[in-house]
């Protein structure tokens, strides 16, 4: 099983985050921050990865420390699990609908991270999440997985669904990369025979 668990203190949060990217969706999420965990309830769901993500943080602040430090938390364990991403896909794409929302998500799990975003939202917040953290959050988890991340609303009016149809898209993308492929399970997807580094 590919699984891994990250403990990471700082003086503004306290998470600890575990993986399992061969489990079935099941999830344990408690950040303090109600729709953060919504969301990544939904992540762990669609992408039929196991996620626990057990967070304290200095939310009398606000929520930006606790919303980048899980999802720096999570990509770590991810980037563990995959260890040298031996026999994986490594590629994933879906198309996101919610409602009146459509988003477009593209992951290559290269060990090369970047992110590019295309999404807005008119609300400040869902919940008690800032929207501006969303972003924030991908940016994180991108950068400590070692995914290059594209991420495009096309279009969509309700922030609410704009933002779940990210998170679902980031699912469905990474379960289609992670998944291990029968025909070259015993190779690195990279024709220089690693992934990571300079192209």
Same mark, same amino acid.
């Given at each position: 099983? +590919?699984?891994?668990?990250?403990?990471?203190?700082?003086?503004?949060?306290s998470i600890?985050?575990?993986?399992?990217l061969d489990g079935t969706g099941v999830?344990?999420?408690s950040t303090g921050i109600g729709f953060l965990d919504h969301m990544l309830e939904q992540l762990s769901r669609h992408s039929l990865i196991d996620v626990t993500v057990k967070a304290q943080g200095d939310l009398h602040?606000?929520?930006?420390?606790t919303t980048e430090d899980s999802g720096i938390a999570v990509g770590q364990a991810v980037s563990?699990?995959? $260890? #040298?991403?031996?026999?994986?896909? +490594?590629f994933g794409s879906a198309l996101s609908a919610m409602d009146e929302t459509l988003t477009r998500v593209v992951v290559d799990?290269?060990?090369r991270p970047y992110l590019i975003w295309n999404t807005r939202f008119e609300r400040p917040r869902l919940g008690d999440l800032d929207t501006e953290m969303v972003k924030e959050w991908f940016q994180? &988890?991108?950068?400590?997985? $070692?995914?290059? =991340?594209?991420?495009?609303? =096309?279009? $969509? #009016?309700? #922030?609410h669904h704009i933002c779940e149809s990210c998170f679902k898209g980031l699912a469905r993308a990474? +379960?289609?990369? &992670?998944?291990?492929?029968? +025909?070259k399970a015993d190779a690195v997807p990279s024709t220089k025979g690693t992934l990571g580094g300079p192209l």
């Open positions: 099983m +590919r699984t891994a668990t990250v403990e990471r203190t700082t003086t503004e949060t600890a985050a575990t993986v399992n999830y344990d999420v602040i606000d929520s930006h420390h563990q699990a995959l $260890g #040298d991403r031996r026999g994986i896909r +490594r799990a290269s060990n994180a &988890f991108a950068q400590n997985a $070692g995914i290059t =991340l594209h991420v495009e609303t =096309l279009y $969509g #009016d309700n #922030d990474l +379960r289609e990369a &992670f998944e291990i492929d029968p +025909r």
